[in-house]
């Protein structure tokens, strides 16, 4: 079946400290991963994407992620959080299935980041 | 551009109530997404229109009926709220069947059922 798991529910840092945050996904198709995240109140906006080339993603405000194909992985890093940074982030792959390509995503992470 | 709007933001129903929640987008896209959001359970799919014309069922359709009235607009409607779908519901849209698109979100209703 298809499916995303997000391991880390919760996350707390202080400001300046390195975050990465698990994902790894269960599809048998071609893969197209996916970064959102969600502000306080805000609706959901995309991080980054891998569609296929290099396997490293460099997105919007300093995040990136890993697709390691092997370990059916595509973590989310950012070297230096900031408070800024506080929201849920959420993974998610493209299936396809009755011929339509649908968007199926992780529980979320919930980071918190103190100054 | 607007993006994805959606109307009401806020609402509270009693049980058993009807109501709409409506959905437009002004990107020209051809697919269009409803999405459930429930804590620790992330984004579930209700239902999605690939295509004007087209509407199929997603991971939790029970309870809910849509329309794709037009390109533009796809509307969810509860026939007989419970509590089980308090929840906040994101619209989202896609440009085609592309699997590289990314979905672009509307700003969420939050739905109480009392």
């Known amino acids: ?115 | 551009n607007a993006g994805v709007t959606q109307t009401p933001k806020f609402q509270v129903l009693k049980t058993g109530q009807s109501m709409t929640l409506q959905c437009a987008q002004d990107m020209n896209h051809n697919s269009m997404y409803w999405y459930r959001q429930d804590p620790g359970m992330g984004l579930r799919l209700i239902y999605y229109s690939a295509s004007e014309g087209t509407t199929d069922k997603g991971e939790v359709p029970n309870g809910y009926n849509v329309s794709r009235l037009n390109k533009r607009e796809f509307s969810l409607r509860l026939e007989s709220a419970a509590p089980s779908q308090t929840s906040v519901y994101f619209c989202a849209s896609r440009p085609g069947q592309g699997a590289s698109y990314e979905q672009y979100f509307g700003p969420g209703t939050r739905l109480t059922v009392t």
């Open chain 1, 1 to 115: 079946a298809q499916s995303v798991s997000q391991h880390n529910h919760h996350v707390i840092l202080s400001e300046a400290a390195s975050l990465e945050l698990g994902c790894n996904y269960s599809y048998g198709g071609t893969v197209n991963l996916f970064w959102y995240v969600q502000y306080p109140g805000q609706h959901l906006q995309l991080l980054l994407k891998y569609f296929s080339g290099d396997p490293l993603v460099k997105g919007i405000k300093g995040f990136e992620a890993e697709f390691i194909k092997s370990k059916f992985s595509f973590n989310l890093r950012k070297p230096s959080v900031q408070w800024s940074d506080t929201a849920e982030y959420f993974c998610a792959v493209n299936a396809q299935s009755g011929g339509y390509n649908k968007l199926i995503f992780g529980a979320g992470t919930r980071l918190a980041v103190h100054p």
